[in-house]
């Protein structure tokens, strides 16, 4: 699996290690990661469509935001991600682009775990490692 | 970790000194007990540390007994900042801000609810929102929740889903002044607005308790708080500001991380960004933090409203004679402006309280005139098999941790571990046999925060009794838990 659910270095929360071939491949598995802390994945249709654009002065900073924008549309547009195509450029800045496509939150049909309610900078790390770009974060629950 | 060179204070109280680590402004002082003293965490050290290393803080960082490792501040850290030099960080109040305890008294006994337990427990469970995704029953337009998140607890008095005695026992009284809405976000508004009334997830819980005589330590103080009969029962609430409260969080960390260079702050973790006091940044999220402050307030009252209809629709009885009142409802995740004396001199502090409770001693105007010869209360949230503590305030708090004292019992174990260790239809079980009910959305999530997985709240309890920064009072028991 791309991505792990790790013990939190704090005891309240969760964490996740995760790493990818390219900067997208990681974005999009800690992505899915996050999905599956708040939610059984199996259970989310891929009905729903969403597109996202952020911008941020280092790719570090991108992924703070791109999973706090994750965060914040569980709770705002109750939507929650199941599958996210994206793309990252660098001009003066990096702009990510991603199409998401998942499904409302429905207790009814869907097996809730955890509300995640915040991306913390402890600990907080992107970097490439020889080939291979490697991330670790720890999400406040 | 070397403790060789922490100075034993008193029996309970170890002081590491300034010349522990580079960079430190003040010393740090470790509250606890000689057992659970050698329990704690290095990591714990390590961060109180580095907030003996901000600027402009005052006198000693503190760590209360409850204290565990959290993000920049640990869980149960104090500490006080000058008004002109010092920071506001949001790392020392933590993303669920005003996360409190509202402690709610009745005219009910365990006798009087027994018949009518697992229907009690369904209608709370039905009627109080939990869980991800969770939505209030509150519609609030854009004004109106500006309005809340302005006036707090006030708002829900207008809006008559509090009494003017629910907004008199609120820390006060339900409302942080300066609270300004154009402080916000957008997204913190849209992450909020639907979210007023729910009880959120993790550690978050309704709980019923029974308060037996023999749990209570000094009857003169339970009867001045309302616990008068044997048995008696009560209703305590822990949660904060939802997604609110971490939107803001999230939203100022990043604003925080991009200016701390323009004003030569150096901090030694990332999660300690901070900005000064006198600054645009810092007054903005004050500002901001306020608001999900009250925003906080107002969610723990919209929850009490929705208990007392439960109540009067489960028992056919009148709010009267139901006699639901607030005894008080405390913030442990805020930071506020008090006034303390410094070397001689009054000065206007900036106290971050992060997992950690204010307690106020007797005299002091802030709290409620009923309360005023006592000392504020101040309630201690235990895990859901072993109930909650009440406390009072005293003025060796006020004169030695700027009037602040522990919040809970303190997590010990992590959320995976606990996992592996036991299954939560084992814990639900239990606690069955232990007469105790429990509703989850999520069943593992009672696993999560089994009784094992926390220290022992009794524990805790002694350690700032024998301090001196807050009194025993009573103890509560579960009987219904309803587990955000």
Known sequence: MPYKITDAHTCADVGLSVSGETPEQLFADAAAGLTEIMVEPKGLENEKKLSLELEDDSLEELFYSWLSELIYIKDARDFLMKQCRLKIKKNNRYKLAAYLTGDNVDPKRQVLKVDVKGVTYYRFRIEKIEDTWQGEVVFDL | ?484
């Open chain 2, 1 to 484: 970790m070397s403790r060789e060179s922490f100075k034993r204070l008193s029996n309970n109280i170890w002081e590491v000194p300034i010349d522990f680590k580079p960079g430190m402004n003040v010393p740090a002082r470790i509250l606890s007990s000689p057992e659970l003293f050698d329990s704690i965490d290095d990591r714990v050290i390590d961060q109180i540390t580095n907030v003996a290393c901000l600027p402009g803080i005052k006198k000693a960082a503190f760590c209360m007994p409850d204290g565990h490792v959290g993000y920049g501040f640990p869980i149960g850290g104090v500490a006080a900042f000058a008004k002109d030099d010092g920071i506001i960080s949001p790392g020392g109040i933590g993303f669920d801000i005003n996360c409190g305890m509202r402690l709610l008294r009745t005219n009910l006994t365990l006798d009087m609810i027994k018949p009518k337990m697992e229907y009690l427990l369904a209608s709370l469970f039905s009627t109080i929102p939990s869980g991800v995704g969770s939505k209030g029953f509150v519609k609030l337009s854009r004004g109106s929740f500006n309005r809340l998140m302005e006036s707090g607890a006030q708002w829900c008095l207008e809006n008559d889903f509090a009494t003017e005695t629910d907004l008199e026992f609120i820390e006060n009284q339900g409302c942080i002044e300066n609270a300004d809405s154009s402080a916000v976000s957008e997204k913190a508004i849209s992450r909020g607005i639907n979210q007023m009334g729910t009880l959120g997830s993790g550690n978050h819980y309704l709980e019923v308790e029974v308060a037996p005589r023999e749990g209570v330590f000094d009857q003169t103080l339970a009867e001045k708080f309302g616990v008068t009969v044997d048995d008696q029962i009560l209703i305590a609430i822990h949660c904060g500001s939802r997604g609110f409260g971490h939107q803001i969080a999230t939203d100022y960390l990043q604003v925080f991380n991009k200016c701390m260079g323009k004003y030569g702050l150096e901090v030694r973790d990332r999660e300690l960004m901070s900005a000064p006091i006198d600054s645009d940044e810092g007054r903005r999220y004050f500002r901001a933090m306020a608001c999900a402050a009250n925003s906080a307030f107002a969610n723990r009252q919209l929850i009490v409203s929705g208990i007392r209809r439960v109540f009067r629709s489960v028992f056919g009885q009148s709010d009267k004679e139901l006699g639901i009142e607030t005894i008080y409802d405390v913030a442990h995740n805020i930071a506020k402006f008090e006034k303390y004396e410094i070397d001689g001199r009054e000065e206007t502090l900036l106290v971050h309280r992060k997992g950690a409770t204010r307690s106020f001693g007797p005299g002091r105007a802030e709290i409620p005139a009923q309360y005023r010869d006592i000392g504020q209360p101040v309630i201690v949230g235990g895990s859901m098999e072993t109930g909650s503590a009440l406390l009072c305030g005293t003025k060796y708090a006020d004169d030695e941790t700027f009037g602040s004292s522990l919040h809970g019992a303190g997590r010990t174990m992590s959320r995976m571990k606990a996992k592996k260790s036991t299954r939560g239809e084992q814990v639900r079980q239990r606690m069955k046999d232990s007469g105790i009910l429990v509703k989850t959305g999520y069943m593992p999530g009672l696993a999560e925060e089994a009784a094992f997985a926390y220290k022992n709240i009794d524990a805790v309890v002694e350690a700032v009794h024998e301090i001196g920064i807050s009194k025993k009072v009573a103890r509560f028991y579960p009987v219904l838990n309803i587990k955000g």
